[in-house]
Nanobody, 117 residues
Framework: QVQLVESGGGAVQAGGSLRLSCAAS????????MGWFRQAPGKEREFVAL????????YYADSVKGRFTISRDNAKNTVYLQMNSLKPEDTAVYYC??????????WGPGTQVTVSS
């Protein structure tokens, strides 16, 4: 089992920045990637960004490219999401996901991000 705890959410005005963190604990040895997803009220959960744990390759949704940056600290088993130039449409609950090479995946409980215009 892998436990994930997100932090760093909050309320910010449009154009502002937030940095989300997701700390993993437990059986993290087999982690192959970690990512961020978000779910706005009345909408389905959608992909935001992902980082390959060993290679460090990163992937982004088109809607956040150039504004969000995902990074990881292997020693701390932590993934970050730096969010700049935030827009009201970025308002959502942000979830961290750990993907293991064996095929298992785990979700964090989520952290709320609210961007006001």
């Amino acid at each position: 089992q892998v436990q994930l705890v997100e932090s760093g959410g909050g309320a910010v005005q449009a154009g502002g920045s937030l940095r989300l963190s997701c700390a993993a604990s437990g059986r993290t040895f087999g982690t192959s990637a970690m990512g961020w997803f978000r779910q706005a009220p009345g909408k389905e959960r959608e992909f935001v960004a992902l980082v390959r744990w060993s290679a460090g390759s990163t992937y982004y949704a088109d809607s956040v490219k150039g504004r969000f940056t995902i990074s990881r600290d292997n020693a701390k088993n932590t993934v970050y999401l730096q969010m700049n130039s935030l827009k009201p449409e970025d308002t959502a609950v942000y979830y961290c996901k750990a993907i293991q090479s064996a095929g298992n995946s785990y979700w964090g409980p989520g952290t709320q991000v609210t961007v006001s215009s």
